[in-house]
């Protein structure tokens, strides 16, 4: 079995409710966080498989329709690929944020069904998040969790870092 790491996108991958953008709708919208690229590059090496699992009800909302969803992920993947940083897979909730869908953190759907594909053990993980939301859907899934950033809210984390890169540092000198 293998060792994941899951992240939410807005917040600990990039940019989101910054003084440069509001929320990120087009690829210009998209501002990798500093740190990041370093970080899962790190998490790469230490043979960690790395996914991004992020709810984005804006397509439900009408913000922006799927394709540009698609968009911004490409430009996410090529940022990383300046640092030679790899994501294994990316699952997203294109519902309204009240659909009460299956796939919507916190539910773990997406973690559980990613973790199925790419045969990942669950309790050998983490999920990294900046919401309470995303730490909820770790905990339902299995995994250990990772709160990071400074909109923490009432989140209850296994661990809490300022940013991704602390946390894989910590991560990887624990390991060693």
């Excluded at 796939?103 to 993980?125: N, V, Y």
């Excluded at 770790?138 to 946390?167: E, I, Q």
Aim: net charge positive; with cysteine.
């Amino acid at each position: 079995m293998n060792k994941g790491i899951f992240l939410d996108r807005d917040g600990v991958i990039n940019e989101v409710l910054s003084h440069r953008v509001k929320f990120v709708n087009k690829p210009t919208d998209f501002y990798l966080l500093d740190g990041v690229g370093k970080a899962i590059k790190k998490l790469n090496d230490a043979h960690f498989l790395v996914f991004v699992v992020t709810n984005q009800g804006g397509i439900g909302l009408g913000y922006m329709k799927k394709a540009a969803l698609e968009k911004v992920h490409e430009t996410m993947l090529a940022e990383l690929a300046a640092f030679d940083a790899k994501i294994t897979d990316i699952a997203y909730c294109l519902h309204k944020p009240d659909a009460q869908c299956r796939c919507r953190k916190p539910k773990p759907e997406m973690i559980i069904k990613l973790a199925k594909k790419h045969q990942i053990d669950l309790a050998k993980s983490y999920m990294v998040g900046d919401r309470k939301p995303d730490i909820e859907a770790g905990k339902g899934a299995g995994t250990k969790t990772v709160l990071v950033g400074n909109r923490r809210g009432n989140a209850k984390a296994d661990l809490s870092f300022p940013d991704l890169l602390s946390f894989v540092n910590w991560l990887i000198e624990r390991s060693c």
